[in-house]
C-alpha cells in the first residue's frame, strides 16, 4: 500500500516563528516530492518540489528530503497570518505521474 | 508560466442532469490531465487519469459510466458528471503535467464546486 503521512495538526505557530510540516512516505524508490498550499475553498497550489536528498531554499520556505529515512519536510521561516492555510505533501512513487497525497496539515499562523 | 483554467468555476442542477466541466492548459501541453474531488473538509481525492487520445483511468470505485472524461485535444479535457444525485456535490478541480517537462509537477485549475438539488 502506497501512502504519505502526515500529521493533520492543526498546527499553531506564532507570527515570525518558523513552522515546520513534516511528511512521510511508503515507498522507498519514490524520485519526486511536492509540497502544496491549500486555502480554505481553493485549489491546491504549488510551493515547491525536491528531488534530491539535502535543502532546498526558495524565498521563506525550504524543502528537506531524507530518502534514508523516507520523509520531507517544509520550513517557513518568519510565518505570516497569510501562510495560515492547510498544506499537502504529495509523492510520485511510480511512472504514471499520479501523485500519492497526504491528508494534509492545517497550519495557523497567530498574529 | 504553466496556469490551468476550469470552466464553469460553480455550478448549480437539478437531480437527475448532466454537467460538463473543461479543465484546459493554457500556457503548455498536457497529454496527461488527472481529475480531483474534495469533500468539505478532506482530502484530495483521486477520480481520474485522463491521457489525451486515449481511455481514462479510472480509481477505484470511481463509476466511469457516471463520470464520463473525454481527453481530445492536448490542451483539454472534460468531465461529464451523468444523471447527477445530490451526493454528487463536491468540488471537482482538475491537474494538469507539462508534457514537454523534465519534471512530474501537477498544475492545478481553480477548481469547480457542483450543487446538485
Known amino acids: 500500500q502506497k501512502e504519505v503521512e502526515q500529521n493533520s495538526g492543526p498546527l499553531s505557530v506564532p507570527e515570525g516563528a518558523i513552522a515546520s510540516l513534516n511528511c512521510t512516505y511508503s515507498d522507498r524508490g519514490s524520485q519526486s516530492f511536492f509540497w502544496y498550499r491549500q486555502y480554505s475553498g481553493k485549489s491546491p497550489e504549488l510551493i515547491m518540489s525536491i528531488y534530491s536528498n539535502g535543502d532546498k531554499e526558495d524565498g521563506r520556505f525550504t524543502a528537506q528530503l531524507n530518502k534514508a529515512s523516507q520523509y520531507v519536510s517544509l520550513l517557513i521561516r518568519d510565518s505570516q497570518p497569510s501562510d495560515s492555510a492547510t498544506y499537502l505533501c504529495a509523492v510520485n512513487m511510480d511512472s504514471n505521474y499520479q501523485l500519492i497525497w497526504g491528508a494534509g496539515t492545517k497550519l495557523i499562523i497567530k498574529p | 508560466g504553466a496556469v490551468v483554467s476550469q470552466h464553469p468555476s460553480w455550478v448549480i442542477c437539478k437531480s437527475g442532469t448532466s454537467v460538463k466541466i473543461e479543465c484546459r492548459s493554457l500556457?503548455?501541453?498536457?497529454?496527461?490531465m488527472f481529475w480531483y474531488r474534495q469533500f468539505p473538509k478532506q482530502s484530495l481525492m483521486l477520480m481520474a487519469t485522463?491521457?489525451?487520445?486515449?481511455?481514462?483511468?479510472?480509481e477505484q470505485g470511481v463509476e466511469k459510466d457516471k463520470f464520463l472524461i473525454n481527453h481530445a485535444s492536448l490542451t483539454l479535457s472534460t468531465l461529464t458528471v451523468t444523471s447527477a444525485h445530490p451526493e454528487d456535490s463536491s468540488f471537482y478541480i482538475c491537474?494538469?503535467?507539462?508534457?514537454?517537462?523534465?519534471?512530474?509537477?501537477?498544475?492545478f485549475g481553480p477548481g469547480t464546486r457542483l450543487t446538485v438539488l
Open positions: 485522463s491521457n489525451e487520445g486515449s481511455k481514462a483511468t479510472y
Open positions: 491537474s494538469a503535467r507539462d508534457s514537454q517537462a523534465s519534471t512530474d509537477t501537477q498544475y
Open positions: 500556457d503548455f501541453q498536457a497529454t496527461t
